[in-house]
């Protein structure tokens, strides 16, 4: 049976979260909300503190914000309670009430690390340099808070005006090749504000030449160098990253404004505008590593310093997004600047967050709109395409995605991978196989070998295809196992490759497979329903009807679920045949999992990757 699953279609700097915060608050998943005012209180202590514990768990700061304010304000003395409030405070961007909070936190506790961090970062904004000093200071101990400290420090006698002491204090910063290549950055960026263009020059290479796979720092470098004429520095350094990760908007626009012979300002261009820097550093280092309450709480606190820092919005708006909260993280890409290079990216992650948001209409009118202000964007096309598909207009997602690769003219196929990819899959759902078989093989010959993940996600669609349609079995075997190799914790592949055993009659090794696939997802209805064919032929029919009863509960498919009632009331029909020679395959040894571990890819591979929260370079296409 064909399917539509979404399987087939559709490092920064490593730290640990500052100044201490409670394990309570660590395993709250944070998010944007509604306006407070859209929660009515309850009527006791009691009652709002359940409500703000629930708020929590639902990844509501919002409401967790609003709930924990009225709970304070009945019990104004509970220090864990003021810190659950505050915490919730900073995540939900409401600062100045958290600003408060943290000085009643640190009026019983001047110890309290995430407080004292916060109203430093407060008094840097206003220009209090040495208060600042002081509370950080008492900011904690920890590697990550120890760097949080030094480096908003290093800023704070910078925006005194005090480069060496600023120098000194950032020179201090000791550890593994990560610290280093970020002590050099912020010196650079210190130096360049306080006037030292020579210093500037010297540890913005030095960072630059430890690590040229990161955005920012390339960035800082080039910038710094076309402000002291070094135009050719500038074009190789954005045209070296360009080869890394192609298409980057922020790269692009740099170098068509050199090459226009435009200037470009330098990226920092005050105290204020370097705190946001490492702040936003930090809450992309800790998005990266999944950890979203610290990096909330870090963009947050940038966004403070820098409203207009589009990467800092970016990458907030992606964590919310990876959280699965659309709507808040469409907040955030709105907020992007109009004149930011970023703001087409924005607008391309709001109208696929609509149609995520079940807003297929504002979803394509959004889409339409931008593509209209953007008639050559390949990447707006595309987007419109997968909303297309999304809703099973197939073979107007087609045409769209041939609309797109009709664009791309002299450009780099390997860019463009993923537009082939797309148009095969519609093709697929449309039933012009002999289409969409030519555009999987295009775009698997594509795929760069950087992407291994990406590339078995091809693999993957193309092998199941054709083990589906009981075509090219052994081709598909080949192919399905090397995807399961690449992603051994992906359970669409893992179920591909079980089912590839199922067709070639391998009956037991497809049960192994298709286990390990629905412990991997066990909500999925094709998985489930796969296990229980593979059951009835292994001779555990009582084990396949109850896999075919949970299928059938987990809302499959209009036409899958006419065959499951079919298997529910009568089974199989007598063992079929395998579909091909290769029963003498050996099996593969199952690659060790945990299902405990997220899977590694989520369905297709997306057409445009937000430039925020990982803005390392790929060595690939994009």
């Known amino acids: 049976m064909m399917t539509s699953r979404a399987r087939r279609s559709a490092s920064a700097l490593a730290l640990l979260l500052a100044a201490g915060l409670p394990q309570t608050a660590l395993a709250a998943q944070p998010r944007e909300s509604t306006p407070v005012l859209d929660y009515e209180p309850a009527d006791s202590l009691e009652g709002n503190f359940l409500s703000a514990y629930i708020a929590v768990a639902s990844r509501d700061t919002a409401a967790a914000a609003s709930f924990y304010r009225e709970a304070v304000k009945a019990d104004p003395r509970n220090a864990e309670l003021v810190e659950r409030a505050f915490i919730s405070l900073l995540a939900d961007g409401a600062l100045p009430d958290a600003f408060r909070a943290a000085e009643k936190l640190i009026a019983r506790d001047p110890t309290n690390g995430l407080a004292n961090l916060s109203l430093g970062v407060r008094q840097i904004k206003a220009g209090q340099w040495a208060a600042a000093r002081q509370n950080l200071s008492r900011s904690g101990r920890g590697a990550a808070t120890d760097l949080t400290a030094t480096l908003l420090t290093a800023w704070s006698y910078a925006g005194a005006g005090d480069g060496k002491k600023a120098l000194e204090t950032v020179n201090k910063l000791r550890g593994e090749r990560s610290y280093n290549t970020f002590r050099d950055y912020h010196a650079g960026l210190i130096a360049a504000v306080t006037g030292d263009n020579a210093e500037a020059e010297r540890r913005l290479k ?22 002291l004429g070094r135009t050719d520095l500038a074009i190789q350094a954005y045209s070296d990253f360009d080869q890394l990760s192609p298409r980057h908007p922020l790269v692009r626009d740099a170098l068509d404004k050199l090459k226009d012979g435009k200037p470009l300002a330098r990226l920092i261009g005050n105290a204020q505008e370097g705190a946001a820097e490492v702040l936003y550093g930090l809450g992309a280092a800790s998005s990266t590593q999944g950890d979203e309450l610290p990096a909330v709480i870090y963009l947050r606190l940038a966004l403070y310093f820098a409203p207009d820092h589009a990467l800092a919005r970016l990458t907030l708006a992606d964590t919310l997004d990876r959280m699965k909260q659309p709507e808040r993280a469409n907040e955030a890409y709105a907020q992007i600047p109009a004149t930011s290079p970023l703001k087409l990216n924005a607008d391309i992650q709001i109208g696929l967050n609509l149609e995520q948001m079940g807003k297929s209409d504002e979803a394509l009118a959004h889409l339409d709109a931008a593509m209209k202000a953007h008639p050559d964007d390949i990447d707006v096309i595309t987007a419109l395409g997968n909303v297309q598909r999304a809703r099973k207009k197939y073979e107007e997602a087609a045409a769209t995605y041939s609309r797109a690769i009709e664009l791309i003219g002299n450009r780099p196929l390997a860019n463009y991978w993923t537009t082939f990819y797309f148009r095969g899959t519609a093709y697929e759902r449309a039933k012009q196989w002999p289409k969409a078989e030519a555009d999987l093989k ?15 996600q091809v693999m993957n669609y193309l092998g199941y295809s054709w083990v ?23 359970g669409m592949i893992v179920d591909s490759l079980g089912w590839a055993y199922y067709r070639l009659g391998r009956w037991d090794d497809a049960v192994r497979e298709l286990e390990k696939a629905i412990e991997l997802k066990p909500g999925d209805p094709t998985i489930n329903d796969h296990l229980g064919d593979a059951y009835w ?28 009632n079919e298997k529910l009331k009568d089974g199989l029909p007598d063992t079929e045949k395998p ?3 290769a029963e003498t395959t050996p099996a593969p040894v199952a690659a060790p999992h945990n299902a405990e571990n997220p899977e590694l890819p989520k369905g297709a591979p997306q057409p445009h990757e937000a430039p925020g929260a990982a803005d390392k370079a790929k060595k690939s296409g994009g």
């Open 206 to 227: 030095a960072a630059y030449e430890a690590d040229r796979n990161t955005l920012r720092i390339v960035d800082a470098y080039a910038r710094l160098e076309a402000s």
């Open 442 to 456: 295009k775009a698997l010959s594509l795929v760069p070998d950087g992407q291994p993940a990406a590339k078995a």
């Open 468 to 490: 589906d349609q009981k075509i090219n079995i052994d081709e598909a075997f080949k192919l399905l196992q090397q995807a399961a190799d690449a992603s051994p914790r992906d």
């Open 537 to 564: 032929r292994a001779g555990r029919r009582l084990e396949g009807k109850f896999q075919w009863q949970h299928a059938k509960d987990l809302n499959p498919e209009p036409d899958d679920l006419v065959q499951i």
């Open 579 to 581: 579909t091909a020679t």
